[in-house]
């Protein structure tokens, strides 16, 4: 087995159990590729893994970021990378596990990191778009950065604000930035596997722990964050289950419709997933 070794897969499909197997028989060390599962305020809603697994195996960068911070994908490779070269240089093989497509695409195919764009710059590239209207704004953006212009797909809102911030606030067109990517892991250095049950396992897995989560603190977990009053874009405000449950806390739903709803929502996570690693890692070996 290559001294890294990468496991993707959607959520309840069994990643967290299968790194622990495999650091316990080869002494690796996990590190996590999932986004949600950074915060340390959602352990049992992002089905972190639980603290006597964590004494099993050394575990890095689960729960380790409070929940009034928004990482990037940007911030995790600069926290990813040090820790990888750390672990490999004591010898150790390193597996690196989780859900979030953006996160191996980093390792495996690069990613620009881009600064943070600040929050008025955001603003302004909005504010313009709505005002002004598509055509007008793509005749801006053009000026800055024709490639994204001519590549941005007619009615992205998102990725055309994006581009106009980014430009206007680095002075660096985004795709200049993308242009100058690189994989964070160079080829040949590591081994790579995709979970991917039969797609009625993983719903039935799905409902299963959105059941176990109802009963084991996420719940809790939700009415805490709440209770932070913390800005409601941030990731973990986000994160599957916050919305479902915050809404049978306030009382506009009964406990069973936010456990039906948190289960539709699951599974539609995990379908999203299925579609991102079949798309993006197609050539992945499947487990």
């Known amino acids: 087995m290559s001294n890294i070794t990468l496991i993707a897969g959607p959520t309840a499909s069994g990643k967290s159990r299968k790194a622990l197997e495999r650091a316990r028989a080869t002494g690796a060390a996990i590190l996590n590729a999932d986004s949600q599962q950074l915060y340390a305020d959602l352990r049992v809603l992002t089905a972190r ?34 820790l990888i070269d750390e672990i490999r240089s004591q010898g150790h093989p390193v597996l690196i596990v989780g859900g979030t497509g953006l996160y191996f695409t980093a390792l495996t195919k690069g990613l ?20 002004e209207g598509e055509t007008a704004f793509r005749l801006r953006l053009d000026t800055f950065d024709p490639p994204a212009e001519a590549t941005i797909a007619r009615g992205d809102r998102q ?18 930035w993308q242009a ?11 081994e790579r596997l995709v979970l991917e049950p039969d797609r009625e396992t993983l719903y039935a897995n799905c409902d299963a722990r959105v059941l176990s989560m109802m009963e084991d603190g996420a719940v809790e977990e939700v009415r805490a964050l709440i209770a ?11 994160a599957v289950g916050v919305r479902e449950i915050a809404g049978w806390l306030a009382g506009n739903t009964t406990r069973d419709e936010a456990v039906t709803a948190l289960q539709q929502a699951t599974r539609n996570y995990a379908k999203r997933q299925l579609t991102w690693f079949r798309n993006q890692c197609a050539d992945w070996p499947r487990g």
Request: proline content about 11%; hydrophobic content about 35%; glycine content about 6%.
């Open 49 to 82: 893994p639980p603290q006597d697994d964590e004494g099993l195996a050394p575990h890095h960068l689960y729960g380790s970021v409070d929940a009034a911070e928004a990482w990037s994908v940007g911030r995790w490779t600069r926290a990813v990378t040090p």
């Open 112 to 131: 620009a990191d881009i600064p943070e764009v600040p929050i008025a710059a955001r603003d302004e590239a909005t504010a313009l778009y709505d005002t």
């Open 159 to 176: 990725r055309l604000t994006r581009a106009y911030a980014v430009a206007r606030s680095t002075g660096r067109s985004l795709s200049d």
């Open 180 to 190: 100058s990517t690189r994989p964070l892991l160079a080829p040949g250095t590591y």
């Open 228 to 238: 932070r009053d913390l800005d409601p874009t941030l990731p973990a405000m986000k």
